[in-house]
């Protein structure tokens, strides 16, 4: 089947339980299980009213490659301290070390000016890597439909309830979104995790208390 235009179905949409999150010895964790941070960022330019917004999307990743949408924020700004202060404010809350910024040529010149302006002086352990696709890698819609297609089909990615969330889901069931900017970004947090290699930090799994999306019960 063709997935370069598919949605999302919503009947697949699970939730994780944000209580069973914790931080343990630097790790955080979700139910017991260790998490590996990782971020994304997609940088828009324009501040018109139909232009794209600038998405960051903050996901984590356990060693069964289940993905957690941890964070989501959605901004229109054209000043770089606006970028970087999102980006800190969300270092900060769930320590992510590695994001993935998708480039053009004038996106690059962005990474570079937080790199060296910001992140450098600031002494931060964070790297932003700057990704281009290649045209092997199919245009952006193609590029979405093969990464979060199967993963949400294959119940491996968990959402949160509510907030920009909401954007996410509006965007991933649409046949064509007025912006598909947060599920861009979404597919590029996701394609640069990495799995942990084990389990967790022995800490005892509570019950996991996920939760389907149609009936709100517990799944």
Same mark, same amino acid.
């Given at each position: ?89 969300? !270092?900060? /809350?769930? #320590? ?5 910024? $998708?480039?053009?040529?004038? &996106?690059?010149?962005?990474?570079? =000016? ?44 968990? !959402?949160? /309830?509510? #907030? ?5 889901? $509006?965007?991933?069931?649409? &046949?064509?979104?007025?912006?598909? =900017? ?38």
């Amino acid at each position: 089947n063709d997935l370069s235009s598919s949605p999302v179905n919503p009947d697949v949409f699970q939730y994780y339980n944000p209580k069973l999150l914790d931080r343990r010895d630097g790790y955080l964790l979700y139910n017991g299980r260790r998490l590996n941070v990782f971020a994304g960022v997609d940088f828009a330019f324009s501040l018109a009213k139909r232009a794209d917004y600038t998405a960051i999307v903050v996901v984590a990743v356990d060693y069964l490659n289940n993905y957690y949408v941890l964070d989501i924020e959605r901004f229109k700004t054209d000043r770089i301290k606006d970028y970087f202060d999102t980006i800190m404010k969300l !270092h900060q /809350k769930w #320590g992510f070390r590695r994001m993935r910024a $998708e480039t053009t040529v004038a &996106q690059q010149v962005i990474v570079k =000016d937080i790199r060296e302006n910001y992140i450098k002086p600031l002494g931060l352990s964070l790297v932003i890597e700057d990704h281009r696709p290649t045209a092997k890698m199919g245009n952006k819609d193609e590029r979405i439909s093969a990464t979060l297609y199967p993963k949400h089909e294959n119940r491996q990615i968990f !959402h949160y /309830k509510g #907030g920009n969330c909401s954007i996410l889901e $509006e965007e991933l069931i649409q &046949q064509n979104p007025a912006h598909d =900017d947060v599920k861009d970004c979404l597919t590029i947090a996701v394609d640069c995790c990495v799995a942990p290699t084990f389990s967790g930090i022995n800490v005892k799994p509570r019950f996991e208390g996920m939760f389907n999306t149609r009936f709100g019960g517990i799944g």
